[in-house]
């Protein structure tokens, strides 16, 4: 049963516009939450994250909302740009030791 | 450039035949992991090591073995490779085992078992 669940394998998105990606999550003893991106060939690179404490981080381009009563977050790209076309994954962990849990990702493409 | 690095890049093997999959990080971290990522399934955790010396299993460990040769280097060991093995292998490194801070992956070992 996966803990982190990306609903949305793609999204494709008009260069400019808002990228809104998904995540969903089943324990409700995560307590930090962490956006990755992967471009092909390449490994993961952190984003951005987010704890459970907050509702929201931004940094920059990039914002992360985080709705606990509906274990739920989202990260929001604005504006879209070419570069930033690319796998997306959620991660979580239960804070501190725990490991990171990772959700299936979601393919963004954004086009001029 | 510093970070994880992992080799080879590639790989083709066939059923039954071993190997292993080598990573360095020059992080100084003391925390190392291994993922595989597959289509509609994102990255599972297959082994970890909190420190020099120890190794725990994750959530997919069947069919490997690690090492933690030094605190530098973490090593994924295919006994007898089988075809459920075909995946894309991550190795990461992380400084103290506080997932909060994030992890740095390596590039990744694309690897086919036929």
């Known amino acids: 049963d996966q803990q982190v669940k990306q609903n949305s394998p793609s999204l494709s998105v008009q260069e400019g516009r808002i990228s809104i990606l998904n995540c969903d999550y089943t324990?409700?003893?995560?307590?930090?939450f962490l956006w990755y991106k992967k471009y092909p060939a390449e490994g993961p690179t952190f984003l951005i994250s987010i704890s459970s404490i907050k509702d929201k981080n931004e940094d920059g381009r990039f914002t992360v909302f985080l709705n606990k009563s509906a274990k739920h977050l989202s990260l929001h790209i604005v504006p879209s740009q070419p570069g930033d076309s690319a796998v997306y994954f959620c991660?979580?962990?239960?804070?501190?030791?725990?490991?990171?849990?990772f959700g299936a990702g979601t393919r963004l493409a954004v086009h001029p | 450039n510093a970070g994880v690095t992992q080799t080879p890049k590639f790989q083709v093997l066939k059923t039954g035949q071993s190997m292993t999959l080598q990573c360095a990080q020059d992080?100084?971290?003391?925390?190392m992991y291994w993922y595989r990522q597959d289509p509609g399934m994102g990255l599972r955790l297959i082994y970890y090591s909190a420190s020099e010396g120890t190794t725990d299993k994750g959530e997919v460990p069947n069919g490997y073995n690690v090492s933690r040769l030094n605190k530098r280097e973490f090593s994924l060991r295919l006994e007898s490779a089988a075809p459920s093995q075909t995946s894309v292998y991550f190795c990461?490194?992380?400084?103290?085992?506080?997932?909060?801070?994030?992890?740095?992956f390596g590039s990744g070992t694309r690897l086919t078992v036929v």
């Open positions: 991660a979580a962990s239960g804070g501190g030791y725990n490991k990171l849990i």
């Open positions: 990461a490194s992380s400084t103290d085992g506080n997932s909060n801070y994030g992890y740095t």
């Open positions: 324990n409700s003893m995560f307590d930090y």
């Open positions: 992080m100084n971290h003391n925390s």
